[in-house]
Nanobody, 125 residues
Framework: QVQLVESGGGLVQAGGSLRLSCTAS????????MGWFRQAPGKEREFVTF???????LYADSVKGRFTSSRDNAKNTVYLQMNSVKPEDTAVYYC???????????????????WGQGTQVTVSS
């Protein structure tokens, strides 16, 4: 069983920056494919970004050029650096892990085996 714990959420002004962290339990973190999703009130959970075990990344068009995902396998942690944030980035942000054998469906919630509890990000205008 893998446990994921997000941190770093909070209130930020539009145009500002925030860095989210997600720390995983388990000794094989380096093999996990990691994703970030978000869910705003009244909306479906949506894909934000993905980073593979080999640090290949994918981004949703809405965050491309503003958000960056990275990972530190020595710390069992994946990061989401959020720059130039907008009010529409307000949501609960979740990290997720896909352990081998990979689903490969990394833009969908169903592509992941484990989820964190989420961290709230609020962007004020």
């Amino acid at each position: 069983q893998v446990q994921l714990v997000e941190s770093g959420g909070g209130l930020v002004q539009a145009g500002g920056s925030l860095r989210l962290s997600c720390t995983a339990s388990g000794r094989t973190f380096s093999n996990y494919a990691m994703g970030w999703f978000r869910q705003a009130p009244g909306k479906e959970r949506e894909f934000v970004t993905f980073i593979s075990s080999k640090t290949t990344t994918l981004y949703a068009d809405s965050v491309k050029g503003r958000f960056t995902s990275s990972r530190d396998n020595a710390k069992n942690t994946v990061y989401l650096q959020m720059n130039s944030v907008k009010p529409e980035d307000t949501a609960v942000y979740y990290c997720a892990a896909d352990a081998p054998p990979y689903t490969g469906n990394w833009k969908a919630s169903s592509g992941y085996d484990y989820w964190g509890q989420g961290t709230q990000v609020t962007v004020s205008s």
